[in-house]
């Protein structure tokens, strides 16, 4: 199965609002990436966090990760309609095995 | 830099039909990865190559699934023959080292439809 499990499936949001999603993952990690795709696209990397971070920033992206939980979540800020897009997460686990992305999360972003 | 690329973008077949798909990595890059990625769903590993060689090919249907990568550098993707259930976005990827720490750069995909 999976490692990586996104929630929601899918969010819909205006314009200029916060969208959270999450992601849970089942055994311990050397990191957890997050990458975005649009529809018809290949994966964009957006952000790396390592299991010794907590939080990390990129622009208006926030991610944070709770390895207590096994829980990571990526916040996009003052959203924007080009955010429409589908995002992933994906696990690298702590025996340097291969990564292993979740089902994703669909972003609409209403202009 | 120029972006991983791939083709064809789409490619329809019918089932029991033969079929293959071409990735260039980004120059320099000595990992490249094969995903399969049905949709709704997130993308599956099929094989990783560090250089010419396989480092995973676990998750691949070696009984109609074939991959190669001669000189280290593009890489092709056979299916032989197809079935329905093949229908997908088959995504390639690659990354400048073998590295738990970087990230990997993906082609646009190829679609088969598989009618």
């Known amino acids: 199965s999976q490692q990586g499990e996104e929630d929601p499936q899918a969010l819909s949001i205006q314009e200029g609002e916060n969208a959270t999603m999450n992601c849970s993952y089942k055994t311990s990690i050397n990191n957890l990436q997050w990458y975005r795709q649009n529809s018809g696209r290949g994966l964009v990397h957006l952000i790396l966090i390592r299991s010794n971070e907590r939080e990390k920033h990129s622009g208006r992206l926030r991610v944070t990760l709770d390895t207590s939980k096994k829980s990571s979540s990526l916040l996009i800020t003052a959203s924007r309609a080009a955010d429409t897009a589908s995002y992933f997460c994906?696990?690298?686990?702590?025996?340097?095995?291969?990564?292993?992305f979740g089902d994703g999360t669909t972003l609409t972003v209403k202009p | 830099e120029a972006g991983v690329a791939q083709s064809p973008r789409y490619k329809i077949i019918e089932k029991r039909q033969s079929v293959a798909f071409w990735c260039n990595p980004i120059s320099g890059h000595a990992t490249l990865y094969w995903y399969q990625q049905i949709l709704g769903q997130g993308p599956k590993l099929l094989i990783q190559?560090?250089?010419?060689?396989?480092?995973?090919d676990s998750q691949l249907p070696k009984d109609r699934f074939s991959a190669e990568r001669l000189k280290g550098v593009d890489s092709t993707l056979k299916i032989q023959p197809a079935k329905l259930e093949d229908s997908a976005v088959y995504l390639c990827?690659?990354?400048?080292?073998?590295?738990?720490?970087?990230?990997?750069?993906f082609g646009q995909g190829t679609r088969l439809t598989v009618v």
């Open positions: 190559f560090q250089n010419n060689g396989v480092v995973d």
């Open positions: 990827a690659s990354s400048f080292i073998r590295g738990i720490n970087t990230e990997a750069f």
């Open positions: 994906a696990t690298v686990p702590s025996n340097a095995g291969k990564s292993t």
